[in-house]
């Protein structure tokens, strides 16, 4: 099983920018694609952004296409998500996650849940 640890999360004015980090255990790492999702107080949660194990394909919610970038550091065994112009309706808990069966494209796909999760980093856009 695969750990994974998020961070970079805080309180930023609308239009602001974070940077989210995951760190990400085991040696399969540049194997595996990795991908960001959220959950916002009293919705389900959605898939933001995904990446292949080689960095090459990156998938993105509409809604945050655009504004996030999603990127991966195998050297450090992470993948990171940069989010810029940041909205109100962006506030969540942001979540990274890995599944070695999981295609980056799969990511996006409702019923497709990735096995290994994080705990989560809160991301909260003030107006």
């Known amino acids: 099983q695969v750990q994974l640890a998020e961070s970079g999360g805080g309180l930023v004015q609308a239009g602001g920018s974070l940077r989210l980090s995951c760190a990400s255990s085991?040696?399969?790492?540049?194997?595996?694609?990795h991908g960001w999702f959220r959950q916002a107080p009293g919705k389900e949660r959605e898939f933001v952004a995904a990446?292949?194990?080689?960095?090459?394909?990156?998938y993105y919610a509409d809604s945050v296409k655009g504004r996030f970038t999603i990127s991966r550091d195998s050297a450090e065994n992470k993948v990171y998500l940069q989010m810029n112009n940041l909205k109100p309706e962006d506030t969540a808990v942001y979540y990274c996650?890995?599944?070695?069966?999981?295609?980056?494209?799969?990511?996006?796909?409702?019923?497709?849940?990735?096995?290994?999760w994080g705990r989560g980093t809160q991301v909260t856009v003030a107006s």
């Open positions: 996650a890995t599944d070695r069966s999981l295609r980056a494209a799969e990511y996006g796909v409702k019923g497709k849940n990735p096995r290994d």
């Open positions: 085991g040696r399969a790492f540049s194997t595996y694609a």
């Open positions: 990446i292949s194990w080689s960095g090459g394909s990156l």
